[in-house]
């Protein structure tokens, strides 16, 4: 929570972590540097898509790799299964996150109007696997 609430602009509360640690098809993949979180993804299984329902790394280690690090590591166990893509919604103004998943392959296949809660507009993205 920490992480979260120091480094997303909308992070998510304990409730959504405490549902995600339930949900049998939600995969969580930690990255650990001396032994302390650094970052997390959280993705949502399904038969032919998996779903990025939130990655994030801490201040101090971002731009060293460690999210692209994380989305290969999701790619290379999805690529042996049924699955052909990842998705993931990310706000229109979370700059920093749309080039981070362009610059890594992604697409940018849909808009959502007023996605969310705030009404701000959700980018839909996609990187075929
Ligand atoms: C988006 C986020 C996960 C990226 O994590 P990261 O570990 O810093 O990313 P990486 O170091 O793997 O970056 C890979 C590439 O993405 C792009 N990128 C990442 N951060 C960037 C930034 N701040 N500005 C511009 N480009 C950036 C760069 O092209 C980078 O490659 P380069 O360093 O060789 O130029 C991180 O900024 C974060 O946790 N943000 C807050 C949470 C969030 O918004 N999550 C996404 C919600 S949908």
Known sequence: MAIENRVCEH????QAFVDS????AIDIQLILLDEKIAGYLLSLRS???????????DSKFQRQGLAR????KLVA???SDTVSAILLEVRKSNIIALNFYLKYGFQLIDTRKK???????AK??????
């Open 21 to 24: 640690f339930d949900n049998a």
């Open 47 to 57: 038969v032919e898509f998996v779903d990025v329902l939130n990655i994030c790394i």
């Open 124 to 129: 839909i993205l996609r990187l075929q696997i």
């Open 69 to 72: 690090q994380l989305l290969n």
């Open 11 to 14: 992070p998510w509360n304990k």
């Open 115 to 121: 996605y969310y809660s705030n009404l701000e507009d």
């Open 77 to 79: 166990s999805r690529q």
